[in-house]
């Protein structure tokens, strides 16, 4: 699931029992479930930092889980950061797992994989924007977004008024002609990428310009920030720059608030160099499907889907039981509690703690964020659901599409592409249900917040669903269904999924690129906890036999869409795909 990383680490933290008193919140940790056994009957000991893989079967086991978990989540695999040889061997694992199971490819040319069009971006500090004679400053008063580069020469800025969050002020061609057409920002500052994206250039102009506010300053460093991103083939190919309320004063002579539309500048020239490179792997989805067995069912699609890639690795090692006990004494939410910094009492009792654990074991530095629950633990369940229907021998009357995004973590990028250039028919997809962290949520996690500020907490029975019936009734009302007749007897955690939660759950995971585009989904979780977005999110820590559980409740709700009479009806308000996402 997407998270917002924190500073980079100032101090780190030391073997032994010593704790420090700052972390980042990307260098933070968990606590093991009190009990963790693999099947039926195990003595509840603690499991091993490694697993020796058996043979999977066609039945969803905690056992299957555990080996492909272990294989998926391990350290050669260097926490499986999108664009990395880590990542590019976790596609390849499941992708022979599937080519083994016989599932048909529904990537790109009769293969697995479906390749996201991602390029290293890198901007070359030479880039110049001079307004008025004068040379503006790049990161601090001016920046570009795109994927080419941008020359202007001479070319005055027409001011065609502030940018609503719907509709656009109108241009004529005569206005923009040879200009550069500027817009200024307002309203919410958390809105403006998705305004500004819709933008593009007028008709006969030379270029789009943004004026920032003081209080979106911020957006510079987004639009110059360099690292792998994709290239959409879609977007707008003209020159988009952006400048702050010092720079719009040496273009305009005033500040935006006292421009009126119609309102000429200076003339500007600009010369933005930018250097594209493909990454040294590619970054990947990876589809399959088992055809339905109905001919005049087997068109529609059930998408099962999770995320394949996490965070990659920290810049050093750390002690790990030390970060394992501080997040769970002091940031039980992990990532969540970037905020907390502990107190004396705290540190006193995780500094006698891990005196504790090193009476029994050695200190073990770490540097991997391994990604076991998020979402290796996902990953892995949609995996073990398509070894399980493909061992049917009966399919589904419907068509069963499973896929793994690449991706997530920077912000949808392969669930966007996806829904953008679906490898089916968009409009065949009846539901989609997506497996993020589903690997935990016992009563010793925090596995999120109500909207009014109360502390969730997770139990035996204990899942967490979003969007189950903001779109379709009828799914919400299947997926309750079947969790009853089925005898899974899961408790349903809805307390995330409510109308403007802070923590717009609803948005940060793979299911909303197919909400956006009026496709029923489910979001099954068992929630967050102390090592979400941590060093410490291994596979040993995992609960299997709770994560075997949700498997088959998921595997059962396919069948059952798979095999309904008909398709969940869209009862809901239906969202606008190109708008922005509101929880």
Aim: proline letters at 6%.
């Amino acid at each position: 699931m997407i998270a917002h990383f924190a500073r980079p680490m100032s101090r780190t933290l030391l073997t032994g029992a010593l704790a420090t008193a700052i972390l980042p919140s990307s260098l933070i940790a968990q606590d093991a479930p009190k009990k963790t056994p693999v099947d039926a009957g195990a003595n509840g000991a603690a499991l091993p930092l490694k697993h020796a893989p058996r043979p999977t079967t066609g039945a969803i086991t905690s056992q299957d889980l555990m080996t492909r978990l272990y294989i998926f989540a391990d350290d050669s695999l260097a926490g499986r950061d999108v664009g990395t040889a880590g990542h590019f061997k976790a596609t390849t694992y499941i992708a022979g797992e599937l080519k083994r199971l016989g599932l048909k490819p529904m990537g790109d040319s009769g293969s697995y994989f479906q390749t996201l069009p991602l390029k290293t971006r890198k901007v070359d500090r030479l880039s110049s924007f001079v307004a008025g004679g004068t040379n503006l400053a790049l990161g601090h008063t001016w920046g570009f977004r795109g994927c080419g580069n941008i020359t202007i020469v001479d070319a005055e800025v027409f001011f065609a008024g502030p940018l609503p969050e719907e509709g656009m002020p109108t241009v004529t061609p005569e206005q923009a002609k040879g200009r550069v057409v500027a817009y200024s920002i307002t309203g919410n500052p958390a809105r403006q990428r998705s305004v500004v994206g819709r933008v593009e250039a007028p008709a006969g102009s030379v270029g789009v310009l943004f004026l920032l506010p003081v209080q979106a300053r911020g957006v510079l460093s987004y639009v110059l920030q360099g690292g792998l991103s994709p290239v959409d083939p879609n977007a707008p190919r003209d020159a988009r720059l952006f400048v702050t309320d010092s720079a719009t004063m040496r273009i305009f002579g005033s500040g935006m608030q006292m421009l009126a539309p119609g309102a000429l500048g200076a003339k500007v020239n600009v010369k933005a160099l930018v250097d594209m490179q493909s990454p040294a792997f590619p970054a990947r989805n990876v589809v399959a499907m088992i055809p339905g067995s109905d001919p005049k069912l087997a068109t529609q699609y059930v998408a099962i889907g999770a995320h394949s890639d996490h965070v990659g690795t920290a810049r050093r090692a750390i002690d790990h039981d030390s970060v394992l006990v501080f997040n769970r004494i002091v940031r039980p939410a992990g990532a969540e509690n970037e905020d907390k910094m502990g107190n004396a009492e705290q540190f006193t009792q995780i500094n006698a703690e891990l005196a504790e654990l090193r009476k029994t074991q050695p200190a073990r530095r770490d540097s991997i964020f391994n990604g076991a629950d998020d979402d290796g633990s996902g990953s892995m369940a949609v995996l073990e659901i398509a070894e399980y229907l493909a061992t049917q021998k009966v399919k589904p009357k419907r068509s069963t599409l499973f896929v793994w995004h690449a991706g997530e973590e920077k912000g949808l990028w392969g669930s966007a592409h996806f829904t953008e250039y679906p490898t089916v028919a968009r409009d065949s997809i009846v539901a989609q249900l997506n497996m993020d962290m589903v690997g935990r949520g016992s009563a010793t996690d925090q596995t999120g917040m109500s909207a009014d500020g109360k502390e969730l907490r997770g139990g035996p029975d204990y899942l967490q669903l979003v969007g189950s019936r903001r779109l379709s009734s009828e799914l919400g009302d299947a997926v309750e269904r079947v969790n009853k007749d089925r005898k899974h007897n899961f408790v349903f955690d809805y307390a995330m999924d409510a109308n403007g939660h802070p923590m717009n759950i609803y948005c940060r995971s793979d299911h909303y690129e197919y909400a956006k585009w009026n496709i029923p989904v489910t979001f099954f979780t068992t929630g967050g906890h102390s090592a979400y977005h941590q060093l410490t999110d291994e596979p040993q820590y995992i609960d299997y036999p709770h994560m075997q559980r949700v498997s088959r409740l998921v595997a059962d709700i396919a069948l059952a869409i798979g095999n309904g009479a008909s398709r969940p009806k869209v009862d809901g308000a239906k969202m606008d795909p190109r708008g922005q996402c509101k929880q």
